[in-house]
Nanobody, 123 residues
Framework: QVQLIESGGGSVQAGGSLRLSCAAS????????MGWFRQAPGKEREFVGS????????KYADSVKGRFTISRDNAKNTVYLQMNSLKPEDTAVHYC????????????????WGQGTQVTVSS
């Protein structure tokens, strides 16, 4: 079992930045790929990005490429999502998730989920 807790959400104006954190506890953190997803009201949960267990490989949705960066600190059992140049369409509840294979881009590919943190971007 892996427990995940996100933090760092908030409200920001378009063009601003936020950094989300996801702290993990339970099993060996470095054994898990970590993903970030988001869900806006009335929409399906969508893939944002992911990172391998070692941190050496990452994958991003086209909508965030060049703006968002995922990193992890396995010594701190934490994964981060640095979000720059935020747009109103980035407004959503953002979730972190743990799974076995970072190339998976669907929610079903991840086994453990955090409770989510709200990101609101105003124009």
């Amino acid at each position: 079992q892996v427990q995940l807790i996100e933090s760092g959400g908030g409200s920001v104006q378009a063009g601003g930045s936020l950094r989300l954190s996801c702290a993990a506890s339970g099993r060996t953190f470095s054994n898990y790929a970590m993903g970030w997803f988001r869900q806006a009201p009335g929409k399906e949960r969508e893939f944002v990005g992911s990172i391998s267990g070692s941190g050496g490989s990452t994958k991003y949705a086209d909508s965030v490429k060049g703006r968002f960066t995922i990193s992890r600190d396995n010594a701190k059992n934490t994964v981060y999502l640095q979000m720059n140049s935020l747009k109103p369409e980035d407004t959503a509840v953002h979730y972190c998730a743990a799974g076995t294979w970072y190339i998976r881009t669907t929610p079903g590919g991840y086994d453990y989920w955090g409770q989510g943190t709200q990101v609101t971007v105003s124009s």
